[in-house]
């Protein structure tokens, strides 16, 4: 019962702006220059069913999967390895730092030079953006575990690689978790980012192509259902990581 009057409080502030932009575009009050929310509701609809809005949601998605994948495959094995090794850490800590505060817009033109306005593009710039939360977040959860851990595995004369496999990532998984789903987020995000000027095609390329033929509602419909994406998209992880990850990702 509670958990349902909070779902109900959580979507009064948004359908109230909704009904209040609604009511000020139909009273004319300056907000003229603005679609109102049915135009957008309609547009949206429209975009749907000839189905440009679909396929643009697919390859945005699809693009932030594939980006992830290749995150999770790369940043975790990364970041353990800095967590565990100090000479690695040293060797690399410099590195990291230079490239982690480059903004991942500013790597763009570059990616185009290399691959051409391509998927190639998409996919370069948001890995390099959206792969430190993985390497950090592994990093951090290895360097934060009690000392006992490791006398555990020393204890129990396991080698190196099994210790590593059953008693030292186990324990960090949170941590690594959370990076997870950072980098997830970020891959959605820089996504659309990247369609925008380096990739024509996706959420990014429709969003922009709608606002250089001055279609509004059309333009509010692609910002719609970019937020829409991503709430499904972290709730759907959220589910996920409930469903088959429990024992593991809650505290305990």
Same mark, same amino acid.
């Given at each position: 019962?509670?958990? /349902? ?9 948004p359908l109230a702006l909704v ?101 190639? /593009? ?106 829409v994406l991503g709430v499904c ?20």
């Amino acid at each position: 019962m509670m958990r /349902t009057f909070s779902r109900t409080l959580a979507w009064l502030l948004p359908l109230a702006l909704v009904a209040a932009w609604q009511l000020a575009a139909m009273a004319h009050t300056g907000l003229d220059m603005l679609p109102a929310p049915v135009q957008i509701g309609s547009s949206l609809l429209d975009t749907v069913s000839d189905g440009s809005l679909p396929a643009d949601t697919l390859h945005t998605l699809g693009a932030a999967l594939a980006s992830w994948a290749i995150c999770l495959v790369t940043g975790i094995p990364l970041g353990i390895a800095l967590g565990c090794s100090r000479k690695l850490r040293a060797a690399l800590s410099l590195f990291i730092e230079l490239l982690r505060p480059l903004p991942a817009v500013a790597l763009i033109p570059l990616a185009v030079l290399v691959f051409g306005f391509s998927w190639k /593009t998409e996919i370069t710039v948001t890995v390099f953006a959206s792969i430190w939360p993985l390497i950090l977040g592994s990093r951090s959860g290895i360097q934060r575990l009690h000392p006992r851990m490791f006398e555990v595995a020393a204890t129990l004369h396991l080698g190196r690689w099994h210790a590593l496999r059953c008693v030292v990532t186990p324990a960090a998984f949170r941590q690594i978790l959370v990076g997870a789903r950072l980098s997830f987020s970020l891959c959605l995000v820089v996504s659309v980012v990247t369609e925008m000027v380096g990739n024509p095609a996706g959420l990014g390329w429709g969003l922009v192509s709608a606002q250089e033929a001055m279609r509004a509602s059309e333009t509010f419909a692609y910002l719609v259902a970019i937020g829409v994406l991503g709430v499904c998209a972290n709730q759907a992880l959220d589910l996920a990581v409930r469903r088959l990850l429990s024992g593991l990702a809650q505290p305990h």
